[in-house]
Each structure stands twice: as C-alpha cells, then as structure tokens.
C-alpha cells in the first residue's frame, strides 16, 4: 500500500520543493488570517511567511529553477502585503 509521501525522500528536501511547499502552507495562513482577523492567525501568517523566505533564499543560494523561484517569491510579496493590510485592521479595532 502506496504511502501518502511515496516520492523519493530527496525531492522532499530538495531546496525548491521546499520553497513551494512552504509558499502553499503561508498562502493558506494568509487567507485565514483574512477570512478570521485574529491577532493568533495573523501572528501564525507571519510566522509561515518568515519560512517560506527562508525557504526562498535557501533556493536562491543553489541556483533553482529561477523562474519558479521568482514566482514563488512574487506570491510572498502580495500575501505580505495582505498580511499587512490584515494588521492594520486588527489595530484598528
């Protein structure tokens, strides 16, 4: 019976794979953060994008497929901006 992480265990750590499993769990904090403005999601939001950027410079550093690095490095951008916007909100409450 397949496992649900069947793939070779090097892809799992392979510094690009990383990077886009850790912009997809930052995007999904986002977008709670935003549909429940709560300082604990917020500050969780944050915390996911901050691994994801460690993420992307760790990519960068090994010369990873660029294009797809610097998509992914856009997403962070806006959900950064979107974060912030959240922020915002919550201190002005």
């Not at 939001?45 to 610097?70: G, K, L, R």
């Amino acid at each position: 019976m397949a496992t649900k992480d069947s793939g070779p265990s090097w892809k799992k750590n392979h510094p690009s794979t990383k990077l886009g499993n850790s912009v997809q769990k930052a995007d999904r904090s986002v977008k709670q953060a935003m549909s429940h403005p709560e300082e604990m999601a917020v500050e969780h939001a944050f915390n996911s994008i901050e691994t994801a950027e460690n993420a992307y410079m760790n990519a960068e550093e090994h010369n990873e497929h660029m294009d797809t690095v610097q998509q992914n490095k856009e997403q962070l951008d806006m959900m950064k901006r979107q974060l912030d916007e959240v922020q915002e909100i919550l201190e002005e409450e």
